[in-house]
């Protein structure tokens, strides 16, 4: 029995669409990796400024859990000391946490923070255009190209974002030691500061993510022509 015309087209365009090459991830790991080595003044820039905002986020947190260590052991000396220190704590407080103040402070340098990864990486995307027209005249797809995007940037998320959380948490622990002493550090809940540089750190990722995502979307859609008519 001979298949119809349209049977035939349907069948040479299922052929076509399996016969594609498709890049395994580990080769975008790869692609990704040497793109961030190449351009890697950018990505440092890009890098420090989630140092710097998640280190004063993770320095907060780290903060407040040593003192509510503090409070925890009930020792009169800590809570006066605390007090001393700008702490406002009343007399049945057994907790603290950050000031208002603060959390203004902290919201503020996420948000500097990710305006600069969106500009740093519309500027990464405008270097890119003929590497990106190549690519998709190549035969990359819209999502090969985000997929791209969203790897560097998780990349410089994951070493920003945990470096920054260390940094915090270990100034933090340095400031409380100069401030309180030795048995102050010891007393923190070491647990709860644990949870502390894993949020800051969550959050830093996050925030690289999220950054990156327009310009990305902005790669993607871009038409090959485009791309290569753009004169560097």
């Not at 790869?30 to 990505?43: C, G, L, N, P, Q």
């Not at 270097?127 to 560097?152: H, N, P, S, V, W």
Request: aromatic content about 8%; hydrophobic content about 50%; charged content about 15%.
């Amino acid at each position: 029995m001979k298949n119809s015309p349209f049977s035939s087209k349907e069948n040479a365009r299922y052929d076509k669409v399996h016969r594609q090459v498709v890049l395994p991830f580990k080769k975008s790991v790869e692609i990704a990796f040497k793109s961030i080595r190449v351009r890697f003044f950018r990505s440092l820039i890009t890098t420090m400024s989630l140092i710097l905002a998640i280190s004063f986020l993770s320095f907060i947190h780290v903060s407040t859990d040593v003192a509510n260590g503090m409070l925890a052991t009930h020792d009169l000396e800590f809570r006066q000391a605390l007090i001393r220190s700008g702490y406002d704590l009343g007399p049945e407080e057994n907790s603290v946490d950050s000031s208002p103040k603060q959390q203004w402070l902290v919201i503020l340098s996420l948000l500097v923070c990710i305006v600069g990864i969106v500009n740093a990486q519309l500027m990464a995307v405008t270097e890119r255009f003929r590497e990106i027209g190549t690519m998709k005249c190549l035969g990359a797809l819209d999502r090969f190209i985000l997929r791209l995007f969203l790897i560097e940037s998780g990349m410089q998320g994951v070493v920003g974002a945990g470096t920054g959380a260390l940094i915090g948490a270990f100034c933090a622990l340095v400031n409380a030691f100069l401030r309180f002493g030795l048995k102050a550090v010891t007393a923190a809940i070491w647990q709860d500061v644990a949870v502390s540089i894993s949020i800051a750190t969550g959050i830093g990722l996050l925030l690289s993510l999220m950054g990156v995502l327009y310009p990305a979307i902005l790669a993607a859609r871009m038409q090959p022509v485009e791309a290569m008519r753009v004169e560097q």
